[in-house]
């Protein structure tokens, strides 16, 4: 054999194998046929950061004259909110290569498949190997008369190349791709459209985070329609299934992902969106985790995090999962000094319980996850709200919001 392990895909889950396998003294090979650090680095959590940052930031300057700051603010220079971006995603993609090339991993930069359970092919040349490990995530879902051309209708790869923004779009779906590009675009003066095929905004999360979003949204002059879909184009007119027409100037259609795995048979090991599980690179990189160091994780518990003003965070049970032997304490961010300061008291903390336990959490907040993180520490290691009262939280802060919240229980 070549190697103890070839793993194909460099992304959170791949690379994370492969760093810590090497690190246990095992050899491996990693194929990759684009960039180390996959969609998460790439296409998909660091740019789109990159972006909510930038808007963030124009965001704030245009009301710092209320808080006493006086700038001689014009406009902002898209070509330069890109350029940083680009920036951001390849410092963050050197130090992984980095990290990967010292951990011992060998890399090989070409598309690769599964000859058999002993065989990766890449280049035209054989690599024996004792175990395959396919890591080689997912792709924008596609719809139906909505195939993306890279012009009118783009995927999410598409917009993070665009040269100039579009002065309207239609978003289709609202999960959390969507809900962030909703987010830049319109921070950032394009007027923004939703469709979504479910009843509420974010159909994932809290029915009632969905509904304080589409108050927010609504406030903000984000269009959407809901129980809605695109039903017909033509030159470049949409209608909508309720009769809805609009006229944007680019659709993205943000609707899910599809898995690519290249199925063989048992013998290979499936990590991270190729499981077509859940779909997010924390939960790729725990999985890994678990596979190669043993440190076992409760998907249950796998957080999800909206960024954005204000973030979104949550885990656990919805109160669409629970029945009346749960309870649910709201918080509101009003409550709390910090967000007055922040200029940013729009949101709640949202507690389900039972039996002084935590069983869910949801949160819309400036710093919702990391108010999260400490709720989930809870959540996972089951200790008492009465055990939660005795942490001393510092004040000001977001986090103080919990043991508020929890005193209501
Ligand atoms: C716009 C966007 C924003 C996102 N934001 C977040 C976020 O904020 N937080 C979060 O947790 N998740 C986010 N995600 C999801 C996250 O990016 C993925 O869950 C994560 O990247 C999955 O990791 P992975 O290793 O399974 O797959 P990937 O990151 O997709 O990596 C797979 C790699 O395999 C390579 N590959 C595939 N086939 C082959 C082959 N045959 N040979 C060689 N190489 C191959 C690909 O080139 C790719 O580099 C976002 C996704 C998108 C699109």
Same mark, same amino acid.
Request: with cysteine.
């Given at each position: ?28 090979? =990693? ?21 909510? %940052?930038?808007?963030?930031?124009? &965001?704030?300057?245009? *009301? ?60 035209? *040349?054989?690599? *024996? ?10 792709? !924008? ?12 209708? =783009? ?8 040269? *100039?923004? !579009?002065? &309207? ?30 009843? %509420? ?22 269009? $959407? ?57 924390? $939960? ?12 076992? $994780? ?63 959490? %949801? ?11 400490? =709720? ?26 919990? $043991? ?6």
């Amino acid at each position: 054999m070549d190697f103890e392990y070839g793993i194909i895909g460099g992304g959170p889950a791949g690379y994370t194998a492969g760093i810590n396998l090497a690190k246990q003294g095992h050899s491996v090979i =990693l194929f990759e046929k684009n960039k180390l650090g996959g969609t998460c680095m790439n296409k998909g959590c660091i740019p789109t950061k990159s972006f909510l %940052h930038s808007a963030e930031i124009f &965001s704030n300057l245009k *009301k710092a004259a209320e808080f006493g700051i006086n700038i001689d603010f014009t406009n902002f220079d898209f070509s330069k909110v890109t350029d940083k971006k680009d920036k951001t995603v390849e410092k963050v993609r050197k130090a992984l290569e980095l990290t990967v090339k010292n951990s011992g991993v060998k890399t090989i930069y070409a598309e690769a498949s599964i000859k058999d359970r002993n065989t990766i092919l890449a280049e035209n *040349k054989e690599y *024996k190997v004792q175990h395959i490990i396919a890591a080689c995530g997912s792709k !924008p879902k596609e719809l139906k008369g909505l195939e993306f051309d890279g012009d009118f209708i =783009l995927s999410s790869d598409d917009v993070l190349n665009l040269k *100039k923004l !579009p002065k &309207s779009i239609l978003i289709v779906g609202s999960g959390a791709i969507g809900t962030e590009w909703a987010r830049i675009l319109s921070a950032f003066g394009t007027e923004v459209t939703i469709t979504e095929l479910a009843e %509420h905004l974010i159909p994932t999360a809290d029915i009632e985070v969905s509904k304080r979003i589409e108050r927010i949204y609504k406030q903000k002059g984000i269009k $959407f329609y809901l129980n809605d879909c695109v039903e017909k184009i033509e030159n470049r007119s949409i209608k909508l299934k309720s009769g809805e027409e609009i006229l944007p100037e680019m659709i993205l259609v943000a609707a899910g992902r599809t898995p690519v795995c290249p199925i063989f048979d048992d013998s290979i090991t499936i990590l991270g969106d190729s499981c077509g599980k859940i779909q997010l690179a924390h $939960f790729a990189i725990h999985q890994a985790k678990e596979y190669t160091l043993g440190i076992p $994780f409760e998907e249950r518990l796998t957080p999800s995090v909206i960024y954005g003003e204000p973030e979104i965070a949550w885990a656990g049970l919805r109160e669409q999962d629970i029945d009346d032997s749960y309870t649910k304490i709201m918080f509101p961010i009003t409550a709390l000094g910090k967000s007055w300061c922040d200029d940013a008291a729009e949101g709640f903390i949202k507690l389900i319980i039972k039996n002084n336990l935590i069983f869910g959490a %949801h949160i819309i907040s400036k710093e919702a996850s990391s108010i999260l993180h400490t =709720l989930l520490l809870a959540m996972q290691q089951q200790i008492s709200i009465d055990k939660l009262k005795e942490i001393c939280f510092a004040h000001p802060t977001y986090s103080e919001g919990i $043991f508020d919240a929890i005193c209501r229980a």
